[in-house]
C-alpha cells in the first residue's frame, strides 16, 4: 500500500475528500458517509485525525477488519505518529493546521502555520482562557510523549478488559432481573389503573419508561448481543413501548461521544434558550449538528438569567423534548441513506403511531375526565425527570474547554465527564448512567459489568495522572446547579455591560476615543 505524506492528505482533505486515520492506515470514507449506521458527522469529526481509539471502541473487532476495505494508502514513516488536524466541520479555515493546540504547555494556541496569538476580546474570552488555563494546570502535559503514554496504556487496559471477558453480556441479567422489573411495573401500573388508581397508576408507568429507557441505551450501543438485534430490539421497545426513535438516538449519542462538552459541536450541551452550561453559549454560536446558529436571543436572555432556578422545572418535561427530536429524525428522514434504515424508518415511524394508540388513545383517552386526563399525562412523564437529571450531571458541571485536537480520547473523555458514587443497589435506579465516565471510555461494555471495571479506570486514572471525577449524587446536583448560576452570572454581567453602554451611547459619550 502506497505511503500518503502529511501534505498530500491536507490537499485532499482541502479538496473535500472524506479521509480519516486509522491504524496508520489512511481511509477515503466520501461513499460510506451517508450509509454509516451511527450518523455521517460522526465520521465528520474523525476527518484527518486519527480515530483508532474511538472507532475500536464503538465497533466490534469484526466491523474494523471491514473497514480496512477502505484504505487508500499508508501514513508515510515520516508522518507518524499522526498529528491530528482540525476537521473542516469544526474549523473550515483550519483544515491544514494543528491549532488550538497547547501542547507547548504554556496555555498559547499556536499552529504549524502561525505562532501568534489572538488577544482576549471580552469577558467571554477570558472566561474561555481561564477554563483553558485551569484545564492545562490539572491534567497531563499535551505534548506527542506523554499522550501517546496515556494513549498506549489505555489501549492495553481495553484489550484486557476484552480479553478476560467484560464485554459479555450476563444474559440472565436481561433475561430474569431486567424483564421481572419490566413486568412488575407495567402489570402494577395496569392493576391500578383497572381499579381506578389513576394517579398511582401513571407513576409505575413513568417508573416503566424509566427502566425501559436505560435498557434502549444498552441496545442502541450494542451492549447486549453486540450485533443487528441489538438494534431490532432497541427500535421495539423505544418506538413501540416509549414512542421514541432510536435512530435519532444512535445519530445524536455518537456525535455527543466523540466530541463530548464542545459547546460547538457537542447537541447534548446544546439547549438553548434554556439552558447554557458555558459562557461561550451566550456569544451566538453556530451548531455543527444542528447546522444553524443557537441564538442568544431576547428569550435566553430572560431564561439563562433564572436557570439554576427552573433547572428541575424544566427536567419535569425533559421526555416531551425527546418526541419532538425524534419525530423531527423521523419525518425529515436524517438517519443514514440506506435500505434497511428505509425499513427502520418505517418501522419505528409505526412503533410510534402504536405508542399514540395504546398510551393516547386507551389509557388517557379513556379516563372519566379532562382533569384525570391532564394529570395522568403530567404524572407519568414528571416521573421520568430523575432520569434527565441523571444524564445532565455527567457533563453539565465537568469542562467545556477545547484543549485542541492533540489531547488523545482517553484523556478529553475523564475530562468532561463524571462518575456518580452509589451503593450496588441503587444501580437499577442508575441503570449504568452512574458510570458514565467508564462508559464513555468503554461504550460497549454492558453497564451490569461497568462496577467491575470500575477498579481498573481508578487504577488507569492513578497512573496516567489523568483525574476521575466522581461525585454523589447529592453533590454531583450542587455542582451542576453551581456551574448553571456561574453562567447565569455572566449573562447578567453581559446585559449590565450592553446596558451601560447604550446609556454612554444616549449620553452622546464617544466610547472608542
Given at each position: 500500500m502506497k505511503p500518503l505524506s502529511r501534505t498530500a492528505v491536507e490537499e485532499r482533505i482541502d479538496?473535500?475528500?472524506?479521509?480519516?486515520?486509522?491504524?496508520?492506515?489512511?481511509?477515503?470514507?466520501?461513499?460510506?458517509?451517508?450509509r454509516h449506521p451511527g450518523g455521517d458527522k460522526a465520521i465528520l469529526h474523525l476527518v484527518g485525525r486519527d480515530g483508532t481509539d474511538e472507532m475500536d471502541r464503538y465497533h466490534a473487532k469484526e466491523?474494523?477488519?471491514?473497514?480496512?476495505?477502505?484504505?487508500?494508502?499508508?501514513?508515510?514513516?515520516?508522518?507518524?505518529?499522526?498529528?491530528?488536524?482540525?476537521?473542516?466541520?469544526?474549523?473550515?479555515?483550519?483544515?491544514?493546521?494543528?491549532?488550538?493546540?497547547?501542547?507547548?504547555?504554556?496555555?498559547?494556541?499556536?499552529?504549524?502555520?502561525?505562532?501568534?496569538?489572538?488577544?482576549?476580546?471580552?469577558?467571554?474570552?477570558?472566561?474561555?482562557?481561564?477554563?483553558?488555563?485551569?484545564?492545562?494546570?490539572?491534567?497531563?502535559?499535551?505534548?506527542?510523549?506523554?499522550?501517546?503514554?496515556?494513549?498506549?496504556?489505555?489501549?492495553?487496559?481495553?484489550?484486557?478488559?476484552?480479553?478476560?471477558?467484560?464485554?459479555?453480556?450476563?444474559?440472565?441479567?436481561?433475561?430474569?432481573?431486567?424483564?421481572?422489573?419490566?413486568?412488575?411495573?407495567?402489570?402494577?401500573?395496569?392493576?391500578?389503573?383497572?381499579?381506578?388508581?389513576?394517579?398511582?397508576?401513571?407513576?409505575?408507568?413513568?417508573?416503566?419508561?424509566?427502566?425501559?429507557?436505560?435498557?434502549?441505551?444498552?441496545?442502541?450501543?450494542?451492549?447486549?448481543?453486540?450485533?443487528?438485534?441489538?438494534?431490532?430490539?432497541?427500535?421495539?421497545?423505544?418506538?413501540?413501548?416509549?414512542?421514541?426513535?432510536?435512530?435519532?438516538?444512535?445519530?445524536?449519542?455518537?456525535?455527543?461521544?466523540?466530541?463530548?462538552?464542545?459547546?460547538?459541536?457537542?447537541?447534548?450541551?446544546?439547549?438553548?434558550?434554556?439552558?447554557?452550561?458555558?459562557?461561550?453559549?451566550?456569544?451566538?454560536?453556530?451548531?455543527?449538528?444542528?447546522?444553524?446558529?443557537l441564538d442568544y436571543d431576547t428569550a435566553a436572555q430572560l431564561l439563562i438569567k433564572v436557570q439554576r432556578f427552573i433547572f428541575y422545572p424544566i427536567m419535569l418535561f425533559g421526555r416531551f423534548n425527546l418526541y419532538r427530536?425524534?419525530?423531527?429524525?423521523?419525518?425529515?428522514?436524517?438517519?443514514?441513506?440506506?435500505?434497511?434504515?428505509?425499513?427502520?424508518?418505517?418501522?419505528e415511524l409505526l412503533g410510534m403511531c402504536v405508542f399514540g394508540y395504546w398510551y393516547c388513545y386507551l389509557l388517557v383517552g379513556s379516563l372519566p375526565t379532562t382533569s384525570s386526563k391532564v394529570l395522568f399525562v403530567l404524572i407519568s412523564h414528571w416521573v421520568t425527570a430523575p432520569l434527565h437529571v441523571q444524564i445532565t450531571l455527567s457533563h453539565f458541571a465537568m469542562s467545556t474547554a477545547d484543549l485542541g485536537p492533540q489531547e488523545c480520547f482517553a484523556q478529553q473523555q475523564l475530562r468532561t465527564t463524571m462518575d456518580i458514587d452509589c451503593p450496588p443497589w441503587m444501580d437499577p435506579v442508575h441503570g449504568g448512567l452512574q458510570f458514565q465516565a467508564i462508559h464513555h471510555l468503554f461504550p460497549r461494555i454492558p453497564r451490569h459489568r461497568l462496577r467491575e471495571v470500575q477498579p481498573f479506570v481508578k487504577q488507569f486514572a492513578k497512573e496516567t495522572g489523568v483525574p476521575h471525577k466522581v461525585y454523589g449524587f447529592a453533590q454531583g446536583n450542587g455542582i451542576v446547579l453551581g456551574r448553571l448560576a456561574e453562567v447565569s452570572a455572566q449573562a447578567k454581567l453581559l446585559a449590565s455591560c450592553a446596558a451601560t453602554m447604550r446609556q454612554h451611547n444616549d449620553l452622546g459619550f464617544d466610547l472608542v476615543g
Open positions: 479538496q473535500g475528500e472524506i479521509l480519516v486515520i486509522y491504524q496508520n492506515q489512511v481511509l477515503k470514507l466520501d461513499h460510506w458517509l451517508a466491523t474494523t477488519r471491514r473497514m480496512k476495505a477502505y484504505a487508500i494508502g499508508q501514513v508515510a514513516m515520516e508522518a507518524r505518529p499522526w498529528r491530528n488536524m482540525v476537521p473542516p466541520i469544526q474549523c473550515p479555515a483550519l483544515v491544514k493546521q494543528d491549532a488550538p493546540d497547547y501542547s507547548d504547555d504554556e496555555g498559547i494556541a499556536m499552529s504549524e502555520s502561525s505562532q501568534s496569538t489572538e488577544p482576549i476580546q471580552g469577558p467571554i474570552d477570558a472566561h474561555t482562557q481561564a477554563e483553558i488555563e485551569r484545564d492545562l494546570a490539572t491534567y497531563p502535559s499535551l505534548d506527542a510523549t506523554t499522550q501517546g503514554g496515556i494513549q498506549a496504556k489505555y489501549r492495553a487496559l481495553a484489550d484486557k478488559l476484552e480479553q478476560e471477558g467484560y464485554y459479555q453480556c450476563r444474559y440472565s441479567d436481561y433475561l430474569v432481573w431486567e424483564l421481572a422489573r419490566y413486568v412488575l411495573l407495567a402489570t402494577a401500573s395496569l392493576t391500578l389503573y383497572s381499579h381506578g388508581w389513576y394517579k398511582l397508576s401513571a407513576v409505575f408507568l413513568g417508573l416503566f419508561w424509566h427502566q425501559v429507557t436505560l435498557a434502549c441505551h444498552d441496545l442502541a450501543h450494542n451492549g447486549v448481543t453486540h450485533g443487528p438485534l441489538d438494534t431490532i430490539i432497541g427500535m421495539t421497545l423505544a418506538s413501540f413501548v416509549g414512542g421514541l426513535s432510536i435512530g435519532w438516538w444512535k445519530r445524536n449519542h455518537n456525535v455527543h461521544h466523540l466530541v463530548t462538552n464542545q459547546p460547538e459541536h457537542d447537541p447534548d450541551i446544546q439547549h438553548m434558550p434554556i439552558f447554557a452550561v458555558t459562557p461561550k453559549l451566550l456569544t451566538n454560536v453556530t451548531s455543527t449538528y444542528y447546522e444553524k446558529v427530536l425524534s419525530l423531527d429524525h423521523i419525518l425529515f428522514n436524517r438517519g443514514p441513506k440506506t435500505r434497511f434504515n428505509t425499513y427502520a424508518r418505517i418501522y
